[in-house]
């Protein structure tokens, strides 16, 4: 079960790359177009504060990935910190729709796992 989390949590943090790599046109595409607008287009960031945004989805990928590599050692502190990472991703793919609806879920996916396994309805990783 470790092993699995590890590599959920770590390919949800490569995800999140989609979210820097966009706002700072390092990539675009037909589904993730250059946009500067958030929740669905109902605020516009202007070209600098998507920037800020994009280093804040860089943020949590790379936070991502070190919680990852903690799942993998059976670090103490993952599941408190993946907890409140997992909340930060939340609240950034609430401002990142549409494109960032399917993170929604994963997130919600990972909150229910760690509540699951915190209740001893899962095994623990």
């Keep these: 079960m470790r092993i699995a989390v ?3 949590v770590l390919i949800h943090g490569f995800c999140h790359l989609v979210g820097f790599l966009v706002p700072w046109k390092l990539i675009t595409t037909k589904e993730e177009p250059y946009r500067t607008t958030l929740l669905a287009g109902a605020i516009d960031a202007g070209d600098a504060g998507i920037r800020v945004v994009g280093l804040l989805w860089l943020a949590v990928a790379l936070a991502f990935v070190v919680v990852g590599v903690g799942v ?3 670090a103490p502190w993952w599941r408190n910190v993946t907890l409140v ?3 930060v991703s939340l609240v950034l793919c609430v401002f990142g729709l ?5 993170g929604i ?3 919600l996916l990972l909150a229910a796992y760690l509540a699951a396994a915190h209740l001893g ?5």
């Design 6 to 8: 590890a590599i959920y």
């Design 72 to 74: 993998l050692a059976s």
């Design 85 to 87: 990472l997992t909340g």
């Design 98 to 102: 549409p494109g960032a609806k399917i």
């Design 105 to 107: 879920l994963a997130n």
């Design 121 to 125: 309805w899962m095994p623990k990783a």
